[in-house]
């Protein structure tokens, strides 16, 4: 059976069946897969950042010392969507870096750790510099 297959193929190359797809073609997928990993890597660390700035502006602390009245506030104000946006794009960061070069070989769970840590340091440099 494998060597019937090898033989299928074989010919197939002999008869121009079969078309190389040329240097530039994967030149250009892994630049755009390396973009969009950019581009959706700093929307998710801008997501972060947004989160971070409303929990802030909330401002838990105060809201707390109003007792079950305060904590309702902060629950029905909370930026849920933000949280949810966040998560969405940690896992497309992930699943996106695993294709990109040679990183299908490594684990997904470190890739995934390095996403986060990432994300986080990024983050908390972008809340420390629009204090």
Do not use: C, H
Not at 46 to 61: D, E, G, Q
Not at 68 to 76: D, H, K, P, W
């Amino acid at each position: 059976m494998d060597k019937n297959i090898r033989k299928e193929i074989l010919r197939k190359i002999k008869n121009e069946e079969v078309a190389m797809k040329p240097k530039w073609w994967f030149v250009l997928k892994e630049s755009l897969l390396r973009g969009g990993w950019i581009v959706l890597f700093l929307t998710g660390v801008l997501l972060m950042s947004l989160t971070v700035y409303f929990v802030k502006r909330l401002n838990p602390t105060e809201l707390w010392e109003f007792g079950s009245l305060g904590a309702e506030v902060f629950i029905q104000d909370f930026p849920y969507w933000f949280v949810a946006g966040v998560i969405i794009i940690f896992l497309s960061n992930v699943m996106l870096l695993s294709k990109i070069g040679e990183n299908y070989k490594r684990n997904i769970r470190i890739l995934g750790a390095w996403v986060a840590v990432l994300t986080i340091v990024l983050t908390i440099v972008f809340s420390l510099i629009s204090r």
